[in-house]
């Protein structure tokens, strides 16, 4: 009897509350602050985000500096640190998608972005903000939409590159640039936060290799923070992420 009600007890209590670690692709900050503190409030979890460049982050991961889950902003640093073992790959899920727009300074008429748009009567001779062309993700994207579309020609005289998609947000907000080209995340965050941008439209989504964030639990860490890379994939988490400007992707095994 006594051995019964024992089970019970053991049974009916609650999960242990778990300390989780997550390393995200620095983009994610507002978003995951938010669904972290919703999580804690509902798991009795601590969740510690640490926010990098994913490559850092990366590195840090094989360096051996303990974290229970990585987010990235790179398919190609996941599947880096797939092949050395140190994520579980069974747990990896391509989490969030992005999308390229074109910023404007101040309100805009709408404008649909494709092979007839006249980009150089647009600009006339004004400067198309993108992040560095050759190495900043935003930019190599921007870069390849153009280029797919037939546009490249008459944007390249215009482009003034910055060092990240942030400084193409300010660039634009402030006026030295009337357009800009980054992600629909920037975007979100530069309305949420005051800026004087407007978004003119959307970069159709096969002009560009797709912008996917994908998510893995770390290897070794006895599937500790399995619960929270769950909830990111929630309807709660979605709509989280969505007012952001991210897109959720089905929670598929890859």
């Known amino acids: ?14 999960a242990a509350a778990e300390e989780v670690t997550v390393f995200a692709a620095a983009r994610l900050r507002i978003a995951l602050d938010d669904l972290a503190a919703q999580w804690e409030a509902r798991s009795g979890d601590e969740v510690t985000l640490s926010y990098a460049g994913t490559r850092r982050l990366a590195q ?7 974290a229970d889950i990585f987010i990235s902003s790179s398919q190609d640093w996941m599947d880096e640190l797939q092949v050395e073992g140190a994520i579980d790959k069974d747990s990896r899920r391509d989490l969030l998608s992005n999308m390229l727009v074109l910023l404007a300074h101040g309100p805009s008429e709408p404008a649909v972005i494709g092979p007839d748009l ?6 006339a001779g004004r400067r198309l903000a993108m ?7 935003a930019g190599v994207h921007g870069k390849r939409a153009l280029m797919t579309l037939g546009l490249w020609d008459e944007a390249e005289p215009s482009v003034a590159e910055a060092g990240d998609v942030h400084d193409v947000v300010e660039m634009v907000a402030r006026g030295r640039a009337p357009f800009g080209i ?6 979100a ?3 949420a936060a005051g800026d004087y941008i407007s978004v003119m439209g959307d970069f159709p989504a096969d002009s560009h290799a797709p912008v996917i964030y994908p998510a893995a639990l770390v290897a070794g860490r006895d599937g500790r923070g399995e619960g929270f890379l769950d909830f990111l994939s929630s ?14 992707l089905p929670d598929e095994a890859p």
């Open 182 to 187: 980054v992600y629909a995340s920037d975007a």
């Open 131 to 137: 992040a560095m062309v050759a190495s900043v993700p």
């Open 235 to 248: 309807d709660d988490a979605r709509a989280v992420f969505e007012a952001q400007g991210f897109t959720v």
């Open 189 to 191: 965050a530069a309305r």
């Open 60 to 66: 840090r991961i094989l360096d051996g500096v303990p």
């Open 118 to 123: 006249d980009l150089a009567g647009l600009l």
């Open 1 to 14: 009897m006594r051995l019964a009600f024992a089970l019970a007890i053991f049974l009916a209590a609650p």
